[in-house]
């Protein structure tokens, strides 16, 4: 089965030239091994949220305790669904997740978690893209939530020219994508909701209020540094010279103020490498006036928006 062809560039694209850092780190930044951990779902219906992301997208199920089902591959977690059947859905223009991107180790497993969630979940296919950096298809989740599945090109085909990193949206068949990178074992494994490789969530893209306080927060409180801005409708973020681990838009949300409990986005999660380096993010947000809570594994803060971010040592 293919997907549905037809659709351009999704609307959250990047027509764009953007900057970014050489790799290397200052003082106050996160440590150049800084990656994303798993995200947090509020879900109403727990069931159908696994299937979508177990038989759909071709993710494990590695844990099911009551109320919380963990998805990953392997022993690493990606989504983590809540179950919250007493919350609401938030409004179209509330702050909050704007998509997980779930990034594949090869084009192979990428299109066969593509073919998967397309044949099973066809409805779901929102557009794809590719990004220069990158190749992506975007998905909306069955409770509204936004899904990317990527695949990074090596990092030494990435176009640099004087400290510049060169990002675009051009159109890419989805149909065609299949054809070149589905094998038939592939097909078969996604046929029966098996994944291939290995996937992490390469970065997460919020739904906030304003560009300025978002910058405010990311980067000269929490230690990203900037490698995209379009103005005052989106901010792209990294550690260690990647395109973004994180970016916030505007594009439906602007003016947004604190969200309120609801279905949808949880907790955003972000791994530095060692235990000196989450003592040293706590000791700068404190600096900052960051409320924050530290259980001795995790700290935890809200951003201006109420999305809370939860950082843990990797080691």
């Known amino acids: 089965m293919g997907v549905s062809s037809g659709i351009g560039?999704?609307?959250?694209?990047?027509?764009l030239v953007v900057t970014t850092t050489n790799g290397t780190r200052g003082p106050g930044l996160l440590a150049a091994d800084t990656g994303m951990g798993a995200v947090t779902l509020r879900v109403g219906d727990l069931d159908g949220m696994i299937r979508y992301y177990r038989d759909g997208v071709t993710l494990?199920?590695?844990?099911?305790?009551?109320?919380i089902a963990v998805l990953g591959r392997g022993s690493t977690p990606i989504v983590i669904l809540e179950h919250a059947p007493e919350l609401q859905h938030a409004g179209p223009r509330s702050a909050g997740l704007f998509h997980t991107a779930i990034l594949f180790d090869t084009r192979e497993a990428l299109a066969t978690a593509?073919?998967?969630?397309a044949s099973k979940h066809p409805g779901t296919f929102t557009g794809s893209a590719d990004h220069l950096v990158s190749e992506a298809f975007y998905f909306t989740d069955?409770?509204?939530?936004?899904?990317?599945?990527?695949?990074d090109r090596d990092r030494s085909q990435w176009s640099w020219t004087h400290g510049t990193i060169e990002m675009a949206t051009m159109y890419l068949d989805p149909n065609a994508y299949l054809r070149e990178h589905l094998s038939e074992g592939a097909a078969d494994a996604a046929a029966s909701g098996t994944g291939l490789g290995d996937a992490i969530v390469g970065h997460v893209?919020?739904?906030?209020?304003?560009?300025?306080?978002?910058?405010?927060?990311?980067?000269?409180r929490l230690g990203f540094e900037t490698t995209a801005s379009l103005g005052t409708s989106a901010l792209f973020v990294s550690a260690g010279g990647y395109h973004h681990h994180m970016a916030m838009n505007t594009w439906n949300s602007a003016g947004a103020g604190k969200r309120r409990l609801a279905?949808?986005?949880?907790?955003?999660?972000?791994v530095v490498p060692t235990s000196d380096d989450l003592g040293e993010l706590g000791e700068r947000m404190s600096h900052y006036g960051v409320a924050t809570r530290d259980d001795g594994r995790v700290l935890a803060f809200e951003d201006p928006w109420s999305n809370l971010v939860a950082a843990r040592a990797g080691a």
Do not use: M
């Not at 560039?9 to 027509?15: K, N, S």
């Not at 494990?60 to 109320?67: I, T």
């Not at 893209?205 to 000269?220: K, M, N, P, Q, W």
């Open 9 to 15: 560039a999704p609307e959250h694209a990047l027509p």
């Open 60 to 67: 494990e199920l590695l844990s099911h305790d009551g109320a």
């Open 114 to 117: 593509i073919y998967s969630v």
């Open 142 to 151: 069955p409770e509204g939530n936004g899904v990317e599945l990527y695949f």
């Open 205 to 220: 893209h919020l739904s906030v209020g304003d560009i300025a306080s978002a910058r405010e927060f990311y980067v000269d």
């Open 263 to 270: 279905l949808g986005l949880g907790r955003v999660e972000i």
